[in-house]
C-alpha cells in the first residue's frame, strides 16, 4: 500500500492521479487533513484517511499498513514545519514503513536559500531515522512564475530580484511523474534525486516567451533584493513571505536554482515539458 500525504495540495493531487494509472485505487491511501476535500479521490476508489502533520495522533492510522510513504512536504512555512515533518517521520517509523519518500529542494544539503533549512533538518531527521529513503530534492516549480501572470500582462513587467540568474524549473506534473516512477519502479529506488527542468531559463526569458504568445509587451524588472521586499510587502503580501520570496530571487542569482544534471528526465525517460508549454498552459487559464 502507498500513501500519499498532502493528498490533496496540487503535487500530492498529481501524484496519485498519475498512480491511478500505474497501480490498482485500492493500492492507494490518499492522507490529507481534511477528508471531505478529497471527496473527488474517493470516488476513484483511492482510501482516504485523516492525516494532519499537526495532529501526530492522525499520522499514526494515515500510515498503518503502509509499505510506501510518500511525505509531502508541508506548506506551513513560518512555524512548525520541521516539526510537523519529525511527527510524520516518526509515524511512518512507527508503521513499519518499508520506505520514505520525501519532497526535498534541489541540493538541500549545501543550498544557501532560506527555504532549504527545513529541508536540510528533515532530510537529517529521516536519515537518523533509519528508515529506508528516497529525497526527492526538488527543484523551482515553473508555475511558481506562470500561474499568476495576471499582473505582468496588466502591467507589462515581472518584478524580481533575480539579476540573469537561471531557474532549472520544471512543471509540477514532472515532479510527480518522478514520485511515481519511484514508488512503483524498485530499480528507481536510491538515496538522493536532484530534480530539475532539462532547460534553464532566466525570468527575462519568462517575461519574453509571455510577450511573444500573449502578443503583448511584458518585460523583467530586475530590483535590489532589498526594494524587491519592499514592493511585495506593498502589494499586501506578509512580511515573512515577502522576505522568503526576495531570499528566493537572490538565490537565484547566485545560481542556487539553476542545474544541468538532467537527472529529472533521465528517471522519466523523456524531455521535461518546456517553459513554453507552461506559458501557453497559464495564457488558457
Ligand atoms: N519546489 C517548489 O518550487 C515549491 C513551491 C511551492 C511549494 N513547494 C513545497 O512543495 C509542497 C507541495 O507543493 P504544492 O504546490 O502541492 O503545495 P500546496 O498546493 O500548497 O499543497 C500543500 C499541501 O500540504 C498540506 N498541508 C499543509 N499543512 C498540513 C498539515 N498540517 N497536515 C497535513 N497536510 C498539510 C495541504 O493541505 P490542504 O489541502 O488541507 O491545504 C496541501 O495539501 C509544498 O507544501 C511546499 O512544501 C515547493
Known sequence: MIVVTGATGQLGRLVVEQLLKAVPAKEIV?????????????????????????????LLTA????????LVSSNELFSDRVVQHKAAVDAAK??????????????ADTSGLGLAAAHRATEEYIKASGLPYVFLRNGWYMENHTEALGPALEHGAIL?????????????????AAA????????????????????????????????RQSGK????????????????????LPVPLAKLL???????????????????????????ESLATAVQEALKG
Open 30 to 58: 490518499a492522507a490529507v487533513r481534511t477528508p471531505s476535500k478529497a471527496a473527488d479521490l474517493a470516488a476513484k476508489g483511492v482510501t482516504v484517511r485523516e492525516g494532519d502533520y499537526a495532529k501526530p495522533e492522525t
Open 63 to 70: 500510515f498503518a499498513g503502509a509499505e510506501k510513504v510518500l
Open 94 to 107: 512507527a508503521a513499519g514503513v518499508k520506505l520514505l519518500v520525501y519532497t526535498s529542494v534541489l541540493r
Open 160 to 176: 524580481g530580484a533575480s539579476k540573469d540568474g537561471r531557474i532549472a524549473g520544471a512543471m509540477r506534473r514532472d515532479y510527480a
Open 180 to 211: 511515481v516512477k519511484v514508488l512503483t519502479e524498485a530499480s528507481a529506488v536510491k538515496p538522493v534525486y536532484e530534480l530539475a527542468g532539462d532547460a534553464p531559463y532566466t525570468v527575462a526569458d519568462i517575461a519574453a516567451e509571455v510577450s
Open 217 to 236: 509587451p511584458v518585460v523583467y524588472n530586475d530590483m535590489p533584493v532589498a526594494e524587491y521586499e519592499k514592493a511585495l510587502q506593498q502589494f499586501g
Open 246 to 272: 526576495a531570499d528566493s530571487d537572490a538565490g537565484v542569482a547566485r545560481g542556487e536554482l539553476d542545474d544541468s544534471g538532467h537527472e529529472l528526465s533521465r528517471l522519466l525517460g523523456r524531455p521535461t
